[in-house]
């Protein structure tokens, strides 16, 4: 059993949602084994901008990356999750 710290791009529909609220979100939605360390807000190209944000991931639970990017993807708004870095701790 270890962790892993993986990074990921949350790409909105469009520039019209609210990304303070999408992270503010990101705690509650998290499923067990999964913690939020880190988001930030950045641009992309042409005023749309995305979220990259930082998980501490509990790998135990073998299905737990299918589990986060489910959390990610359901959250209204939100058109793409991708995993951009992970490194074992």
């Not at 892993?4 to 979100?25: C, H, K, N, Q």
């Not at 990356?65 to 999750?81: H, P, Q, V």
């Amino acid at each position: 059993m270890g962790q892993i710290v993986a990074g990921y791009d949350l790409m909105p529909e469009s520039t019209e949602i609210d990304l303070d609220r999408v992270i503010a979100l990101l705690p509650g939605i998290m499923p067990e084994g999964v913690e939020v360390i880190e988001t930030k807000i950045a641009p992309v190209a042409f005023g749309l901008m995305k979220i990259t944000a930082g998980f501490l991931i509990d790998d135990s639970d073998e299905s737990i990356g299918s589990k986060l990017e489910e959390a990610l993807l359901g959250i209204e708004g939100i058109d793409n999750a991708e995993c951009v870095s992970s490194t074992v701790i």
